[in-house]
């Protein structure tokens, strides 16, 4: 057995058919060893001796001149142990050296013994390849092997080029640039169509203070003391302004505007509602201070002129400023009718004084209800000298329920409604 190389050999012997060659001489003086019934068992021998011919024949028997034999001895199976020096014994000197790269390894394993069929061995014994099958436990070790860095590799190059041999990371900066753009063009048309200051704004002025200023029937702004409001924020395009107040009637505006584009300050045309038909001045019931003020309106503008101090104060007292509940706020509403009494008042004599008196009702406790109507009182000032009226004219008290109107039952809503009052007196003429 030797190197697995390519080259041609003999076949090895196969010592187990081997039969013994010996040249035994003639007869030499018959009977003997050799010959006849007394001729040695040499088919036992595994020496082939060449024994020269008898010197002595025809003189009897000879001696065998053994020391002059040559024997032919299979060589001593040393397991390999002589790494290929195996000697002949009775050799002279060492055998040439062994040609192994010429032997050809020729091993015929059983195919029970690999778990394999003959065919799984190829054409013929020379060209076998061993085949050694392992059980299916530790097959399935082997068969499930992660894949090694350099299969890794091949696969990703294999998988790149399937998809026309660009990178994955081109396509990622593709997607990521095409979601830039995307998002670009998206924040664009929010701008330019929702974002952008389209829209516009308009001043309103001359309005009834405290009046509801919309815009398309849409409440947008009140109108202060002055009577001016700003609209802001209004949709392109043209816009109806109404102006909404009890006392007045007031005529639409349209207005046309947008895309950076204001147009100019408005104002508004407005006549203030006469007393209607069926409007019963003397008796003002719950929900009717709309009412009450047109009332006082005609009052105010049926005064004579010059008018005494009580005419004044009668008309005054008309009036209904409904304040709410544990409020001293005055309602916007009720703004324009202080402006209308605030133009008599100055009319006044110099000498005039006017004292402005809060009243509540009789519910809850008198210092609360005390102190709260002495602001709503400060607050009907307030508002009387914003409008020009000179302050000095001008005291407050507060009455709490002390001083209910004695016209009414106060124990009733209705007289509760009345009570909660501002009422105008006399203090110097």
Same mark, same amino acid.
């Given at each position: 057995?030797? @190197?697995?190389?390519?080259? &041609?050999?003999?076949?090895?012997?196969?010592?187990? !058919? /081997? =039969? #013994?060659?010996?040249? +035994? %001489?003639?007869?030499?003086?018959?009977?003997?060893?050799f010959g006849g019934s007394n001729e040695p068992d040499w088919a036992k021998t595994n020496y082939r001796v060449n024994i020269p011919p008898n010197p002595g024949q025809g003189s009897g028997q000879g001696s065998d001149d053994f020391g002059k034999t040559v024997t032919?001895?299979?060589?001593?199976?040393?397991?390999?142990?002589?790494?290929?020096?195996?000697?002949?014994?009775?050799?002279?000197?060492?055998?040439?050296?062994?040609?192994?790269?010429?032997?050809q390894a020729n091993v015929n394993?059983?195919?029970? @013994?690999?778990?394999?069929? &003959?065919?799984?061995?190829?054409?013929?014994?020379? !060209? /076998? =390849? #061993?085949?050694?099958? +392992? %059980?299916?436990?530790?097959?399935?070790?082997?068969?499930?092997?992660?894949?090694?860095?350099?299969?890794?590799?091949?696969?990703?190059?294999?998988?790149?080029?399937?998809?026309?041999?660009?990178?994955?990371?081109?396509?990622?900066?593709?997607?990521?640039?095409?979601?830039?753009?995307?998002?670009?063009?998206?924040?664009?048309?929010?701008?330019?169509?929702?974002?952008?200051?389209?829209?516009?704004?308009?001043?309103?002025?001359?309005a009834p203070p405290g009046s509801d200023i919309k815009i398309d029937d849409k409440l947008?702004?009140?109108?202060?003391?002055?009577g001016d409001s700003i609209l802001k924020n209004l949709s392109p395009g043209i816009r109806t302004i109404t102006i909404d107040h009890p006392s007045y009637v007031c005529q639409p505006i349209k207005v046309e505007g947008g895309r950076g584009i204001n147009p100019e300050p408005v104002t508004a045309r407005c006549q203030q509602q006469s007393v209607k038909p069926d409007d019963d001045c003397a008796h003002?019931?719950?929900?009717?201070?709309?009412?009450?003020?047109?009332?006082?309106?005609?009052?105010?503008?049926?005064?004579?002129n010059p008018f005494t101090p009580d005419q004044l104060v009668r008309a005054l007292n008309i009036l209904i400023i409904n304040f709410n509940t544990g409020s001293s706020e005055i309602l916007p509403r009720r703004i324009v009718a202080l402006k209308k009494g605030a133009d008599f008042i100055k009319r006044l004599p110099a000498n005039v004084v006017l004292e402005i008196g809060g009243h509540t009702d009789n519910v809850g406790q008198a210092g609360p209800n005390m102190t709260l109507s002495e602001a709503r009182a400060n607050a009907v000032k307030d508002t009387l000298v914003k409008f020009g009226v000179n302050g000095s004219i001008l005291q407050t008290r507060g009455y709490g329920a002390t001083r209910p109107r004695p016209d009414v039952d106060g124990n009733t809503e209705l007289g509760k409604f009345l009570n909660r009052r501002i009422e105008y007196s006399i203090v110097k003429q």
């Amino acid at each position: 057995m030797s @190197d697995f190389k390519d080259k &041609p050999g003999p076949p090895p012997d196969d010592w187990t !058919k /081997t =039969t #013994p060659n010996i040249n +035994l %001489p003639q007869d030499r003086g018959g009977g003997g060893s050799f010959g006849g019934s007394n001729e040695p068992d040499w088919a036992k021998t595994n020496y082939r001796v060449n024994i020269p011919p008898n010197p002595g024949q025809g003189s009897g028997q000879g001696s065998d001149d053994f020391g002059k034999t040559v024997t032919n001895i299979k060589p001593i199976d040393t397991n390999r142990q002589d790494f290929g020096k195996t000697m002949y014994p009775g050799a002279a000197s060492q055998p040439p050296a062994a040609d192994w790269g010429a032997t050809q390894a020729n091993v015929n394993i059983p195919a029970g @013994d690999l778990g394999s069929a &003959p065919s799984d061995w190829g054409p013929g014994p020379d !060209k /076998t =390849t #061993p085949y050694f099958q +392992l %059980p299916e436990s530790e097959r399935a070790k082997y068969q499930q092997l992660p894949p090694t860095p350099t299969e890794q590799a091949a696969q990703t190059e294999q998988e790149q080029n399937s998809k026309g041999g660009i990178p994955g990371w081109v396509w990622v900066v593709a997607g990521l640039m095409t979601m830039f753009f995307f998002a670009v063009v998206v924040l664009g048309v929010v701008y330019f169509f929702i974002l952008r200051d389209t829209s516009f704004e308009v001043t309103v002025k001359g309005a009834p203070p405290g009046s509801d200023i919309k815009i398309d029937d849409k409440l947008i702004a009140v109108s202060d003391e002055r009577g001016d409001s700003i609209l802001k924020n209004l949709s392109p395009g043209i816009r109806t302004i109404t102006i909404d107040h009890p006392s007045y009637v007031c005529q639409p505006i349209k207005v046309e505007g947008g895309r950076g584009i204001n147009p100019e300050p408005v104002t508004a045309r407005c006549q203030q509602q006469s007393v209607k038909p069926d409007d019963d001045c003397a008796h003002i019931k719950i929900g009717e201070e709309d009412k009450a003020e047109r009332c006082y309106n005609a009052a105010l503008d049926a005064l004579p002129n010059p008018f005494t101090p009580d005419q004044l104060v009668r008309a005054l007292n008309i009036l209904i400023i409904n304040f709410n509940t544990g409020s001293s706020e005055i309602l916007p509403r009720r703004i324009v009718a202080l402006k209308k009494g605030a133009d008599f008042i100055k009319r006044l004599p110099a000498n005039v004084v006017l004292e402005i008196g809060g009243h509540t009702d009789n519910v809850g406790q008198a210092g609360p209800n005390m102190t709260l109507s002495e602001a709503r009182a400060n607050a009907v000032k307030d508002t009387l000298v914003k409008f020009g009226v000179n302050g000095s004219i001008l005291q407050t008290r507060g009455y709490g329920a002390t001083r209910p109107r004695p016209d009414v039952d106060g124990n009733t809503e209705l007289g509760k409604f009345l009570n909660r009052r501002i009422e105008y007196s006399i203090v110097k003429q």
